[in-house]
């Protein structure tokens, strides 16, 4: 009888303590603790950097609106703006690396470069979110096939854990990201597709090997 009391106390005490300590939570906490959440679902255990990420609160975004150029504002009014990170974006034919930021609203993603928006995004349509399990901050956007795209969306972002999360909480697609080893294909356009190859090396780099294919040390 004893033992029974002593571990209904234990459950009282720590349903209490776990109340009091929701309670005290700010709202800002709260949305970290979230978004954490989703992060350690997505990536723990699957990809490189994982654990050092853990200490590291997420910014609300990486750039203020007013950072933005008033004429993307204007292509985009009417849509809350939730996150914007600058990123690197890759060809798909050739591979060029591009300076553009990531737009992302809470209905699309858009890839912006200064005052053009290069590519828009809708969630209703996102097919997936794919990142390696190595240390690099590449990820992948897949679009359907449609005329409205061009092709897969190829970024390169600082704050990769961040980045993923914001999107696939935006699009409440959590489900559709997926880390990957070795190697992952994207599409092109017009039916074509690519490869990307994850390798480790000396120091990171990306570039086109003489294969044709992207290749991220």
């Known amino acids: 009888f004893l033992m029974q009391t002593s571990e209904m106390l234990r459950k009282i005490c720590m349903r209490n303590l776990v109340r009091k300590y929701c309670r005290g939570l700010t709202a800002e906490r709260k949305v970290q603790l979230q978004q954490k959440v989703v992060t350690s679902a997505v990536f723990c255990g699957k990809k490189e950097g994982y654990l050092e990420s853990l200490s590291q609160p997420?910014?609300?975004?990486?750039?203020?609106?007013?950072?933005?150029?008033?004429?993307?504002?204007?292509?985009?009014?009417?849509?809350?703006?939730?996150?914007?990170?600058?990123?690197?974006?890759?060809?798909r034919n050739g591979f060029k690396a591009r300076e553009r930021l990531l737009v992302l609203t809470q209905s699309s993603a858009y890839v912006v470069e200064m005052a053009k928006i290069k590519q828009k995004i809708e969630y209703s349509t996102l097919k997936g979110i794919s990142t390696s399990n190595l240390s690099d901050g590449i990820v992948v956007i897949h679009v359907p096939e449609d005329n409205k795209q061009k092709g897969d969306v190829i970024l390169q972002c600082e704050h990769v854990f961040e980045v993923v999360t914001k999107l696939c909480m935006l699009a409440n697609k959590q489900s559709v990201v997926k880390v990957v080893k070795g190697s992952l294909r994207f599409r092109v356009g017009s039916g074509k597709e690519g490869t990307m190859v994850f390798t480790v090396g000396p120091e990171p780099q990306v570039f086109k090997d003489k294969t044709g294919q992207l290749t991220v040390v």
Do not use: S
């Open 58 to 91: 997420f910014w609300d975004t990486r750039l203020k609106e007013n950072d933005l150029n008033p004429k993307v504002l204007q292509l985009i009014r009417g849509e809350i703006i939730k996150y914007v990170t600058p990123v690197i974006k890759y060809d």
